[in-house]
T-cell receptor, first 111, second 115 residues
Framework: AQSVTQPDIHITVSEGASLELRCNYSYGATPYLFWYVQSPGQGLQLLLKYFSGDTLVQGIKGFEAEFKRSQSSFNLRKPSVHWSDAAEYFCAVAGTYKYIFGTGTRLKVLA | NAGVTQTPKFQVLKTGQSMTLQCAQDMNHNSMYWYRQDPGMGLRLIYYSASEGTTDKGEVPNGYNVSRLNKREFSLRLESAAPSQTSVYFC??????????????FGDGTRLSIL
């Protein structure tokens, strides 16, 4: 069955520290993978996407993600976190019509 | 640059009342979606419409109905609201085709409380 797992419900980092959010997927074919961010009271905004090719993809706001087929992972990273990055982050895998979302990781940033 | 517009933004209902959540997109997208978001459960698909004139059930369709009124609008109806339907509802749209490569675009949500 297709699924997306985000093992970390909450993560707290200090401002300026590096960040890695984990995402593991289960999908029968070549996955199309996405990371979205949700600020409080807002909808979801696309950070980045992976379809094929280079396994390291760059997104908005200084985020990047690395696709590792052997580990079925698509982890999101940022070298230096800003206070404005505090939000909830969702990983998703897309089929022809539907997405499957992970349960999200809530990021807290300490000043 | 409206994108996906949802109305209302907030609503409080009593158990048993009915309500329709409205969603409209101005990006000429073919596919539209309704999700609910509950703490710790991510986004769960209620219904989707791959193209105008078609609708299909998602993961949690019970207690809901949808109407794809035209290419722009996709409404979600609660016929007899229950407290378990208290949630934040998101509408999304995306272009059809390209086998899932197109990202979904989301509205800002409707926060629904059922007493």
């Amino acid at each position: 069955a297709q699924s997306v797992t985000q093992p970390d419900i909450h993560i707290t980092v200090s401002e300026g520290a590096s960040l890695e959010l984990r995402c593991n997927y289960s999908y029968g074919a070549t996955p199309y993978l996405f990371w979205y961010v949700q600020s409080p009271g807002q909808g979801l905004q696309l950070l980045l996407k992976y379809f094929s090719g280079d396994t390291l993809v760059q997104g908005i706001k200084g985020f990047e993600a690395e696709f590792k087929r052997s580990q079925s992972s698509f982890n999101l990273r940022k070298p230096s976190v800003h206070w404005s990055d505090a939000a909830e982050y969702f990983c998703a895998v897309a089929g022809t019509y539907k997405y499957i979302f992970g349960t999200g990781t809530r990021l807290k940033v300490l000043a | 640059n409206a994108g996906v517009t949802q109305t209302p933004k907030f609503q409080v209902l009593k158990t048993g009342q009915s309500m329709t959540l409205q969603c409209a997109q101005d990006m000429n997208h073919n596919s539209m979606y309704w999700y609910r978001q509950d703490p710790g459960m991510g986004l769960r698909l209620i219904y989707y419409s791959a193209s105008e004139g078609t609708t299909d059930k998602g993961e949690v369709p019970n207690g809901y109905n949808v109407s794809r009124l035209n290419k722009r609008e996709f409404s979600l109806r609660l016929e007899s609201a229950a407290p378990s339907q208290t949630s934040v509802y998101f509408c999304a749209s995306r272009p059809f085709g390209d086998r899932g490569r197109q990202p979904q675009h989301f509205g800002d949500g409707t926060r629904l409380s059922i007493l």
